[in-house]
């Protein structure tokens, strides 16, 4: 089973920045998809931003320019930056992930408990 862990949600002031990182852990042999999602009150949950193993980025058009995701393949962690961010950007904010666990055996949807963002003046 793989445990996902969200931090560095919080309130801001539009404008400003916030960085979100998700951790995994369990028995973990490889994580081949990392993704950020996002759920506004009374909203479907939607792609923030992915960062795939070989680098491949891909990002929503609402974010681009503004948000950065990267990875850190050691730690089995994913980082979104967000910057100039507006108020439509607050949301909860989930990470996922897909790999591969020690056994062999393939996993996917893994989620992540979420963070708050709010983005208010």
């Known amino acids: 089973q793989v445990q996902l862990v969200e931090s560095g949600g919080g309130l801001v002031q539009p404008g400003g920045s916030l960085r979100l990182s998700c951790a995994a852990s369990g028995s973990i042999f490889s994580i081949n998809y990392m993704g950020w999602y996002r759920q506004a009150s009374g909203k479907q949950r939607d792609l923030v931003a992915h960062?795939?193993?070989?680098?491949?980025?891909n990002y929503a058009d609402s974010v681009k320019g503004r948000f950065t995701i990267s990875r850190d393949n050691a730690k089995n962690t994913v980082y979104l930056q967000m910057n100039s961010l507006k108020p439509e950007d607050t949301a909860v904010y989930y990470c996922n992930v897909h790999g591969v666990y020690s056994t062999g055996n393939y996993f996917s949807g893994a989620w992540g408990q979420g963070t708050q963002v709010t983005v208010s003046s």
């Open positions: 960062i795939i193993s070989d680098g491949r980025i």
